[in-house]
């Protein structure tokens, strides 16, 4: 008994003319489809009609269209939806065969939040006009999503003074490893002067930022700042104490749809 064996890759088939015939009528993109047709995306705060000068622009409409479908598929990155646009049979069926840049799909979503907003609006009220929403109760919960900002660019009123203590005492220790390696021949293993230099260079550079941190926090009197994201706070989460934020989210009883969401730093 033999394993099951694929076609020849050279055979030649004949595939169907009409690519509307390889997305099935319960296709999930019909759906977005039909639902993104039936907006006024002027209405929306979207750009609705096209440039009259330069190079023609994507339709917003096939721009939502994507970015709808990668939120149902947890597809977030740009560049993968670029990729699924060129080799997805959903998507060129979706987009009619536009393959939008990354760079494009990018700033779309940059340039129209409150737009977007506008659509998940539009959404829960078709889902209400279709009776898919209960009146009789919500459930609100929260979740903590941990934002683009790295620990260490985190700080608090309680420990930047530990810190700081830490520093100079790492500074003085290799300040007295440079003397050392100025006096006796370093050993196999051993950091360099050129290492030591680097460290103390890198430690210099904390300790001014930890500094600028605390006169930040002693002028606004915040408890804490973070500052490559300064609307986050630093919030428990299952993995300690982390840069996020605090999305709260409402969801109907019958059918378990979000029908209203907040993001607050609280």
């Not at 050279?10 to 039909?34: G, K």
């Not at 646009?85 to 979706?94: G, H, P, T």
């Not at 609006?121 to 979740?143: E, M, P, Q, T, W």
């Not at 900002?149 to 985190?154: E, F, Y």
């Amino acid at each position: 008994m033999g394993y099951i064996q694929g076609s020849d890759r050279r055979q030649v088939i004949m595939f169907p003319d009409c690519l509307d015939d390889y997305v099935n009528l319960n296709n999930e993109v019909r759906i977005i489809d039909a639902f993104v047709d039936s907006l006024d995306m002027g209405m929306l705060g979207f750009k609705a009609e096209p440039a009259k000068e330069g190079r023609p622009g994507y339709d917003p409409r096939d721009m939502l269209k994507l970015y709808i479908y990668g939120y149902l598929n947890q597809t977030r990155s740009s560049r993968r939806l670029q990729k699924e646009a060129s080799r997805n049979i959903e998507v060129m069926w979706l987009l009619k065969k536009v393959v939008p840049d990354f760079r494009c799909i990018a700033d779309f979503r940059k340039n129209n939040p409150k737009a977007l907003k506008e659509v998940f609006k539009s959404f829960i009220v078709l889902c209400n006009k279709a009776g898919l929403l209960s009146h009789d109760s919500v459930v609100i919960d929260g979740s903590k999503f941990r934002v683009v900002n790295a620990d260490n660019k985190s700080y608090t009123s309680g420990n930047v003074g530990k810190v700081l203590k830490d520093i100079d005492e790492k500074i003085e220790h290799y300040m007295k490893e440079m003397d050392e390696r100025d006096k006796t021949e370093g050993k196999p293993g051993e950091l360099s002067k050129e290492d030591i230099a680097n460290v103390l260079e890198y430690l210099s550079r904390r300790k001014e930022q930890l500094f600028r941190a605390k006169e930040q926090m002693e002028k606004t009197g915040e408890t804490h700042i973070c500052t490559t994201d300064p609307e986050c706070r630093l919030m428990k989460t299952r993995d300690g104490i982390r840069p996020s934020f605090n999305v709260q989210t409402a969801v109907e009883s019958k059918n378990h749809i979000i029908v209203h969401y907040d993001v607050t730093n609280d």
